[in-house]
């Protein structure tokens, strides 16, 4: 048969091309990775700076100057740089606060859900049987129910309170952790490596501890990082029903909500807090795809 490739060109030729392209996507990657952390951790020093760098106190009211434009002087004598809402309140003040609300939210779920669907994960790969038939039909159960019916009924019984939020927002995220983990450790789990140190006399516990967990552990880091980014959506979901942080604690679904009867007069009482939670909630997602990226070295060309 007559090769298709001509004699003056190698067969190869065309590998060097394509670790090329791998690796520029691959330091591209890495520049966006490096970028996207910046932007959340400039989001958290902001968050933890909150009281130095609000120019007021975020649930001070001051009907004399609601629904102020945003201005360097309102009529109350003070700049209000993102206008006023309805009780006279600074806007971004109330941002900036509510960058606090998001962030705590959001870290407390992903740690809280991350480390159930871990720990489900991981032992769903290795029980088998029983326990792995039990675990993913409560996933599957979940992923089939709406949601959002499941947070209303929890939090019409526990009360709308910091702790409930996170964990409505922890166990609507400990699914994604189980699936993918349990997938990975049942082809872990026939690789010779593992089978030898079973052999040799190796617990279970070390086994999961010292081999499997370091190589799922940049599955964990990129799935935290995409749910981070679902639960702070879904912190301000959640507020914007009614459902999240209770007024006066400023939340930018709050926000959003607090606003929506004035979007024709006071546009930015729900505008600015919109856009700075589409965002962060974007850079954050864009961010674990671009982890992903990096860290999977079935993307790297290698």
Known sequence: ??????????????????GAAAGTRR????????????FVGLLILIATAAPLLA?????????????AAPTWEGTDGRAHLLGTDHLGRDVLSRVVYGARVSLVVGFAAVLVGGLIGSVAGLLAGFSRGRVDAVIMTIADAQLAFPFILLA?????????SF???????????????????RSQVLVLRSREFVESIHA????LTRIVLRHVLPNVLSSIVVIATLE??????????????????QPPTPSWG???????EYLDSAWWISTFPGIVLMVTSIVVSRTGDWLRDVLDPTLRGE
């Open 1 to 18: 048969m007559v090769s298709s490739i001509p004699a003056s060109v190698p067969a190869d030729a065309a590998l060097p091309l394509g």
């Open 27 to 38: 330091r591209r990657g890495s520049w966006l990775v490096v970028a996207g952390l910046s």
């Open 55 to 67: 120019p007021q106190d975020p649930i001070r009211q001051s009907l004399r100057g609601r629904l």
């Open 152 to 160: 209303i009924g929890i939090i019409a019984v526990l009360g709308p």
């Open 163 to 181: 702790p409930t939020l996170v964990i409505v927002i922890a166990l609507s995220g400990w699914v994604s952790y189980a699936r993918i983990l």
């Open 200 to 203: 040799l006399g190796g617990s």
């Open 228 to 245: 981070l980014a679902r639960a702070i959506v879904l912190e301000a979901t959640l507020s914007f029903l009614g459902l999240g942080i």
């Open 254 to 260: 709050g926000m959003v909500h607090e606003g929506r």
